[in-house]
């Protein structure tokens, strides 16, 4: 294991794509007709999910402050973001594309020349907005591909208490007014500024791990604003950002006291995470409910089934796309 491993990220890692695989899983399944419990595709479970979105973004953010702060290289960094998100994404795409739009001449309507903003993984981000070729990695890859063009100037940021308190006070405003602002026919989580407060937060986040330290104590005050989910003037986004760092915090420190015997399989599973989120949705409507229909299977027990068939098709395209992210490193 690497000296400096943290098991506790990759504890918030899983434990993001958990209730993000469960919601997809429930609401897919309601739509194909099946009886459904609406605790799992209601209000409450949407909240779990939200959290779950929120500790993604905040352990990107965390993650690359401990990676980059204080020896950052902008084409090193480039590089290493090409090379960690697009193979994969490429070779799940272009997959999807060779069988829908090229064998079977799918979307023939569709301009040809709108594969652009699949080339640049932008295409599902770009969807409610404009026709695109989009197939998987959903709102959350064009996301976070945009934040990692604005991490340098967050990082820049952490270098001076006078920026950081700047920074702070204009993610605080974003977070309250974006959703009360955001144009329509964007969903205000589903756009680079409505979760650019949850990255900032866990840019610094990253600066307290690369020195050891926890948060202060007031964070746990947080907490505090839990009555205000049943508030509808107050964005919900916002409180749950707020819940979402303070177990940020609660995850991790329980992550760090698993046994050392667990990491390396931990480390194994978080590593195809990213996979997971590629391919989860594509297997669940195209092949796994349809074929759990047909079969009459029992709904709740084919779930730890498709999480495992997930993981596996995901350790199988993150280990086809290495060589190419090892390519791309090598001409950086």
Request: hydrophobic share 60%; net charge positive; proline share 7%.
């Given at each position: ?173 974003l977070a309250l007014l974006w959703p009360l602002v955001c144009p329509a026919p964007w969903e205000a989580g589903h756009t680079v500024l409505g979760r650019l407060p949850a990255f ?92 759990v229909q047909r079969l009459a299977l029992p709904l709740a027990a084919m779930f730890p089934v498709y999480l495992v068939i997930s993981f596996v098709l995901a350790a199988a395209l ?15």
């Amino acid at each position: 294991m690497p000296k400096n491993y943290r098991p506790g990220l990759d504890v918030i890692r899983l434990a993001a794509l958990l209730p993000v695989l469960c919601y997809h899983y429930c609401i897919e399944a309601a739509r194909f007709g099946f009886a459904v419990p609406t605790a799992f595709i209601g209000r409450g479970m949407a909240d779990w999910v939200e959290l779950g979105l929120a500790w993604f973004f905040l352990l990107s953010g965390a993650a690359l402050c401990l990676q980059w702060q204080g020896r950052f290289a902008l084409r090193r960094y480039l590089a290493g973001r090409a090379a960690a998100t697009y193979p994969a994404f490429w070779l799940g795409f272009g997959a999807l594309f060779l069988y829908g739009e090229v064998l079977h001449g799918n979307n023939a309507e569709i301009p040809r020349w709108r594969v652009v903003f699949s080339l640049f993984g932008v295409d599902g981000y770009l969807s409610p907005v404009t026709v695109t070729f989009y197939k998987i990695g959903e709102w959350f890859l064009g996301v976070i591909l945009i934040l990692y063009l604005v991490f340098p100037l967050l990082l820049w940021c952490m270098e001076a208490a006078a920026r950081r308190r700047v920074l702070a006070v204009c993610m605080a405003a974003l977070a309250l007014l974006w959703p009360l602002v955001c144009p329509a026919p964007w969903e205000a989580g589903h756009t680079v500024l409505g979760r650019l407060p949850a990255f900032a937060l866990g840019v610094w986040f990253g600066t307290l791990l690369k020195k050891d330290r926890l948060p202060p104590k007031c964070l746990l005050a947080g907490l505090a604003v839990f009555p205000l989910l049943w508030v509808p003037a107050v964005p919900r986004l916002a409180v749950l950002l707020v819940l979402a760092a303070v177990l940020f915090w609660v995850v991790y420190l329980a992550g760090q006291r698993l046994p050392a015997a667990l990491c390396p399989a931990l480390r194994r599973l978080a590593g195809w995470c990213y996979g997971v989120y590629l391919v989860h949705h594509v297997l669940l409507t195209l092949v796994y409910l349809p074929l759990v229909q047909r079969l009459a299977l029992p709904l709740a027990a084919m779930f730890p089934v498709y999480l495992v068939i997930s993981f596996v098709l995901a350790a199988a395209l993150m280990a086809i796309s290495a060589p190419i992210s090892k390519a791309i490193k090598k001409i950086a």
